[in-house]
């Protein structure tokens, strides 16, 4: 699948900052994906002392959630480690892998941050504004904002604000486990990407999109290289 080319990616920091502020006002942050037939998930992990990367790209039914499809690109990355500017150190490695896919997905789960975000552009909604589809950001931890207490049960959440913003949800998606920071990353709505996640989820913390990308990246699911 072909992604758009938005800017270039050898910036400098500085840069980086600004070309997230200039793109987080061309994000859609309504709307429910209807007809989805294939959810993708992705996943980027350090392997190597080296400073390899792998970034892994899965693809799976809908709604049985089997795997059809995926790819596993190794390399180095190229921009530095910058807290908030993680789309720019990742995703040139998972634009690669998503041009190798054979299945195009309808839905992407990522494994990062979308809307909430110090500049609302996180490597979620970077990915969705390049990808040109619905995209969830479905993170392990939070970024900026705050929230209320969250009940233990799976299937409860609350919003989550930044200032006097809502950003994201705070969701437990499984019952006594620790939450997931779920905000929209382009072309959804924050009840609808909360409402995927939990609906891609079966019995682990985190939705089998994001959670199979994951084991792909760390070499304990099989994935075609590329």
């Not at 309808?106 to 969705?128: C, T």
């Not at 993170?139 to 200032?163: F, P, T, Y």
């Amino acid at each position: 699948m072909r992604l758009r080319q938005l800017h270039d990616w050898q910036v400098s920091i500085a840069r980086a900052r600004e070309i997230q502020i200039q793109f987080a006002g061309q994000l859609v942050l309504t709307g429910s994906p209807e007809g989805v037939r294939c959810v993708a998930g992705t996943d980027v992990s350090v392997i190597s002392q080296l400073g390899l990367a792998r970034a892994a790209v899965v693809v799976l039914d809908y709604p049985t959630l089997t795997v059809v499809d995926s790819v596993l690109v190794e390399a180095k990355p190229e921009f530095p480690y910058v807290p908030g500017l993680l789309s720019f150190r990742e995703i040139p490695l998972l634009i690669q892998a998503f041009e190798r896919l054979r299945v195009e997905p309808d839905l992407v789960m990522v494994d990062g941050q979308g809307y909430a975000h110090p500049r609302r552009f996180g490597l979620a909604s970077h990915l969705g504004l390049l990808l040109d589809r619905p995209t969830i950001g479905c993170a392990k931890s939070r970024l900026c904002g705050s929230h209320d207490g969250l009940g233990e049960q799976s299937g409860e959440w609350c919003s989550l604000v930044d200032g006097d913003e809502v950003v994201g949800a705070v969701v437990r998606t499984r019952t006594g486990s620790k939450p997931l920071y779920v905000s929209c990353g382009h072309r959804i709505g924050l009840p609808s990407a909360v409402q995927w996640v939990l609906d891609c989820c079966r019995g682990y913390r985190l939705p089998e999109p994001t959670r199979l990308s994951h084991l792909a990246s760390i070499g304990r699911l099989v994935a075609t290289t590329g």
